[in-house]
């Protein structure tokens, strides 16, 4: 699809303040990644061991919920759902979601603050996690990524800059394209993305890959908390 060649770069929207808490959101996820990853890649017991599994997390699924506690005995289910928001299977998953994180993050932190904006992050992370489990309550594959909690930062820029530019790069082929998109149509299309290939996939990492409906949970949680933690529309350069 065009929009998985649409990559956003830096958005012409400035900020006030450093994004320190972006910035050690960033590094952390890094360094989790590079502590876990084997090669280049998540191996499938550290998954286990940090993912949250739906079944699990709801304690439908008793044998193997025994079996992970023989195999990690300091694993937590309900703890798995923050663990896995640090946790990448390979370095374009970790790599996509940092630069993201990078590009819309700096504002939703400098619109809300450092405080309240890694508890927002967080807030939105679980809630994304909870929406893939409530949609997957039998599934037995580990949910991993900081897109959810990543996603619920896009639906708060969504909703506060809609019309802010970004700028992206159009890759046709081998051969990048510079172009500027509004963040709305940008974002809404991704999200547009999102659902309807959650509801193709039914929200099953197994079948798809990706946890689409955790990015649904996690953006429009974002839309709506952003206006609970003090957010509020602002003018944006559209340069």
Same mark, same amino acid.
């Given at each position: 699809?065009?929009?998985?060649?649409? *990559?956003? *770069?830096?958005?012409?929207? &400035?900020?006030?303040?450093?994004? $320190?808490?972006?910035?050690?959101?960033?590094?952390?996820?890094?360094?989790?990644?590079?502590?876990? /990853?084997?090669?280049?890649?998540?191996?499938?017991?550290?998954?286990?061991?940090? !993912?949250? $599994?739906?079944?699990?997390?709801? @304690?439908?699924?008793?044998?193997? @919920?025994?079996?992970?506690?023989?195999?990690?005995?300091?694993?937590? &289910?309900? =703890? @798995?759902?923050?663990? @896995?928001?640090?946790?990448?299977?390979? *370095?374009?998953? $970790? =790599?996509?979601?940092?630069?993201? +994180?990078?590009?819309?993050?700096?504002?939703?932190?400098?619109?809300?603050?450092?405080?309240?904006? &890694?508890?927002?992050?967080?807030?939105?992370?679980? %809630?994304?996690?909870?929406?893939?489990?409530?949609?997957?309550?039998? !599934?037995?594959?580990?949910?991993? !990524? /900081?897109?959810?909690?990543?996603?619920?930062?896009?639906?708060?820029?969504?909703?506060?800059? &809609?019309?802010?530019?970004?700028?992206?790069?159009?890759?046709?082929?081998?051969?990048? %394209?510079?172009?500027?998109?509004?963040?709305?149509?940008?974002?809404?299309?991704?999200?547009?993305?999102?659902? +309807?290939?959650?509801?193709? !996939?039914?929200?099953?990492?197994?079948?798809?890959?990706?946890?689409?409906?955790?990015?649904?949970?996690?953006?429009?949680?974002?839309?709506?908390? *952003?206006?609970?933690?003090?957010?509020?529309?602002?003018?944006?350069?559209?340069?």
């Amino acid at each position: 699809m065009l929009l998985d060649s649409l *990559i956003p *770069i830096r958005d012409l929207n &400035p900020t006030r303040r450093f994004p $320190i808490w972006t910035l050690v959101i960033i590094v952390v996820n890094v360094l989790v990644f590079l502590g876990t /990853a084997h090669g280049v890649g998540l191996s499938q017991a550290e998954a286990f061991h940090y !993912g949250a $599994i739906p079944c699990d997390v709801l @304690s439908k699924c008793i044998g193997l @919920s025994s079996q992970l506690r023989h195999q990690f005995p300091s694993r937590s &289910p309900d =703890g @798995s759902i923050f663990t @896995s928001m640090f946790m990448h299977a390979d *370095i374009l998953h $970790i =790599g996509f979601n940092m630069l993201f +994180l990078w590009v819309f993050g700096n504002n939703v932190e400098d619109r809300l603050g450092r405080i309240r904006f &890694p508890i927002f992050y967080l807030a939105t992370g679980v %809630i994304a996690a909870v929406t893939f489990i409530a949609f997957d309550p039998a !599934g037995q594959a580990p949910l991993i !990524g /900081a897109s959810g909690a990543i996603a619920g930062v896009l639906g708060a820029y969504f909703v506060l800059w &809609p019309r802010a530019s970004v700028q992206s790069v159009l890759l046709l082929g081998i051969i990048p %394209i510079p172009i500027r998109v509004r963040a709305w149509i940008l974002l809404g299309l991704w999200f547009v993305l999102q659902v +309807l290939s959650g509801l193709a !996939g039914l929200g099953q990492v197994e079948q798809s890959g990706t946890a689409f409906l955790a990015h649904v949970g996690g953006f429009i949680s974002g839309m709506i908390l *952003i206006f609970v933690f003090g957010g509020r529309r602002e003018r944006a350069f559209a340069a």
